[in-house]
């Protein structure tokens, strides 16, 4: 079942003359999972089509946006309308207040947004804010948790509870990383110990549900009391929704777990494929924000037309009925899943929150922190991905990432699926 790729081959060759790795984002290059990436050069639905012809079921994504799957009419459609008149001016267009207003109405905690270009400015731009708001120059991170790659936010725990951060990244320096305290996802007291003990902190930060190692889901109410504690410490929480907005409900974790952040970061999802990233608050929060307030931030290509356009069409088309379907889906694909999961216990888990889902090649029962990921056996994942790419499925390339569901993806999708999966695991666990 050897699967042909000469053709990306030779432009992964090309590619490594011109560009670092041959890419422009690192795990792009597969290097955890072995051998070179595939070159695309069509994706439709659920599909993608490599340069050598290869069809693929895509649990990529794109990493996510594309909750609609590939190359939507509708988004190809608006695209093409806003870009025959205009790739951008620099200056306010009525697009920018249609996709606002719908992201202020579907989350009760945002009553003003500025649009960015990527999630890590979002991140980065709502950190500013926090600390200019509250005048306050500590931040918390929590381990697992990924918001780009802004200085202060590539910093890496250390091995006890809660640590002064260490740079996790050549380029940053220790004052830059000294500023974020690291603490333990779903450990509680790790974070009271945190915040009962430094009065300087502006903000923590986090992912409601960790979604960039492995999917990590949040302990039966520990979001609440991280809220409460946030609130006790006169401290701003911040959700980093840049998956979760718009992929676990409308109004993201916030609206799945009825929690509210006090700021909320997008990205992702609202930009329909293209890039996009935003931060939102309270309005006395966002008042903060330049022109109106002292915190600076601006864009040359914030709020382009052509990325809001797509946007806008994507939010439109997440109606209720829409985000039944992706939950039915992934019911399916558990359900599917289960007499495979069953017969590797202890071997393997698969987890599932909605349209997102993860494999872990693990001995545990269930996995609720970060350490409990670290120890999965990433060998059988590379083995794995490769199996499943023989078999017409594209998952992302590392055992770290989570696989997402589109509306575009069908139960025959999820069938073929199931059995490569099936297959697969039959090489690698035997
Ligand atoms: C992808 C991601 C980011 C970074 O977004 P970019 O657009 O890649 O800069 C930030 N936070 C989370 C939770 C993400 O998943």
Same mark, same amino acid.
């Given at each position: 079942m050897?699967l042909?790729?000469?053709?990306?081959?030779?432009?992964y060759?090309?590619?490594?003359?011109?560009m670092?790795?041959?890419?422009n984002?690192?795990?792009?290059a597969?290097?955890?999972?072995?051998g070179?990436?595939l070159?695309?050069?069509?994706g439709? #639905? *659920?599909?993608?089509?490599?340069?050598d012809?290869?069809?693929?079921?895509?649990?990529?994504?794109?990493?996510?946006? !594309?909750?609609?799957g590939?190359?939507?009419?509708?988004?190809?459609k608006?695209?093409?309308?806003?870009?025959?008149?205009?790739?951008?001016f620099?200056a306010?267009h009525? #697009?920018?207040i249609s996709?606002?207003?719908?992201?202020?109405?579907?989350?009760p905690?945002?009553?003003?947004?500025?649009?960015?270009n990527?999630?890590?400015e979002?991140?980065m731009?709502?950190?500013?804010?926090?600390?200019?708001y509250?005048? @306050?120059?500590k931040?918390?991170?929590f381990d697992?948790c990924?918001?780009?790659?802004?200085?202060?936010?590539?910093?890496a725990?250390?091995?006890?509870?809660a640590?002064?951060?260490?740079p996790? *990244?050549?380029?940053?320096t220790?004052?830059?990383a000294?500023?974020?305290?690291?603490v333990k996802?779903n450990?509680i007291? %790790?974070?009271?110990?945190?915040?009962?003990?430094?009065?300087?902190?502006?903000?923590?930060?986090?992912?409601?549900?960790?979604?960039?190692? #492995? !999917?990590?889901?949040?302990?039966?109410?520990?979001?609440k009391?991280?809220?409460?504690?946030?609130?006790k410490?006169?401290v !701003?929480l911040?959700?980093?929704?840049? $998956?979760?907005?718009?992929r676990?409900?409308r109004? #993201?974790a916030?609206?799945?777990?009825?929690?509210?952040a006090?700021?909320t970061?997008?990205?992702?999802i609202i930009?329909?494929?293209?890039?996009?990233?935003?931060?939102g608050?309270?309005?006395?929060?966002?008042?903060k924000?330049?022109?109106?307030?002292?915190?600076?931030?601006a864009g040359t290509l914030?709020?382009?037309?052509?990325?809001v356009? %797509?946007?806008?069409?994507t939010?439109q088309?997440?109606?209720?009925?829409?985000?039944? @379907?992706?939950?039915e889906?992934g @019911?399916y694909?558990?359900e599917q899943?289960q007499? $495979?999961?069953?017969?590797y216990?202890?071997?393997?888990l698969?987890?599932?929150l909605?349209?997102?889902?993860?494999?872990?090649?693990?001995?545990?029962?269930?996995i609720?922190?970060v350490?409990?990921v670290?120890?999965?056996?990433?060998q059988?994942?590379?083995r794995?991905?490769?199996?499943?790419?023989?078999?017409?499925?594209?998952?992302?390339?590392?055992g770290?990432?989570?696989?997402?569901?589109?509306?575009?993806h069908?139960?025959?999708?999820?069938?073929?699926?199931v @059995?490569a999966?099936d297959?697969?695991?039959? $090489?690698?666990?035997r």
């Amino acid at each position: 079942m050897a699967l042909h790729t000469s053709r990306s081959k030779e432009l992964y060759d090309q590619a490594c003359k011109y560009m670092p790795g041959g890419v422009n984002s690192p795990v792009r290059a597969f290097r955890s999972v072995g051998g070179y990436p595939l070159y695309f050069k069509l994706g439709k #639905g *659920s599909h993608i089509i490599d340069e050598d012809g290869n069809d693929f079921i895509d649990y990529c994504m794109s990493w996510g946006p !594309l909750i609609l799957g590939h190359a939507d009419n509708d988004v190809v459609k608006a695209i093409q309308r806003v870009a025959e008149n205009g790739t951008s001016f620099g200056a306010p267009h009525e #697009g920018e207040i249609s996709i606002a207003r719908m992201v202020v109405e579907s989350f009760p905690g945002i009553e003003k947004v500025r649009f960015v270009n990527s999630g890590t400015e979002a991140t980065m731009s709502a950190i500013r804010l926090a600390r200019g708001y509250t005048g @306050k120059s500590k931040i918390i991170k929590f381990d697992g948790c990924y918001h780009g790659h802004a200085d202060h936010l590539l910093v890496a725990a250390g091995s006890g509870l809660a640590t002064f951060g260490m740079p996790d *990244s050549a380029g940053v320096t220790r004052d830059n990383a000294r500023d974020t305290i690291v603490v333990k996802y779903n450990n509680i007291d %790790a974070l009271h110990q945190v915040l009962s003990n430094n009065d300087d902190i502006a903000c923590c930060i986090m992912e409601p549900v960790c979604c960039n190692y #492995g !999917l990590i889901l949040p302990k039966k109410d520990y979001l609440k009391q991280v809220s409460e504690l946030c609130t006790k410490y006169n401290v !701003l929480l911040i959700f980093d929704e840049v $998956i979760t907005g718009f992929r676990l409900a409308r109004g #993201g974790a916030q609206e799945r777990f009825g929690v509210q952040a006090d700021i909320t970061t997008l990205g992702k999802i609202i930009g329909g494929g293209l890039p996009v990233g935003a931060y939102g608050a309270s309005s006395k929060i966002m008042a903060k924000v330049a022109p109106d307030g002292p915190v600076y931030q601006a864009g040359t290509l914030s709020g382009n037309p052509i990325a809001v356009a %797509a946007g806008i069409v994507t939010l439109q088309k997440l109606v209720p009925s829409a985000y039944q @379907k992706l939950e039915e889906l992934g @019911k399916y694909f558990e359900e599917q899943m289960q007499p $495979i999961v069953s017969r590797y216990k202890y071997k393997l888990l698969f987890k599932r929150l909605a349209s997102i889902f993860a494999l872990y090649f693990t001995n545990e029962d269930t996995i609720i922190s970060v350490d409990q990921v670290k120890e999965c056996n990433m060998q059988q994942f590379a083995r794995f991905h490769r199996l499943m790419l023989e078999r017409g499925i594209y998952l992302s390339p590392s055992g770290y990432e989570v696989g997402f569901l589109s509306l575009s993806h069908s139960k025959e999708d999820i069938d073929k699926t199931v @059995k490569a999966i099936d297959e697969s695991l039959e $090489i690698v666990l035997r």
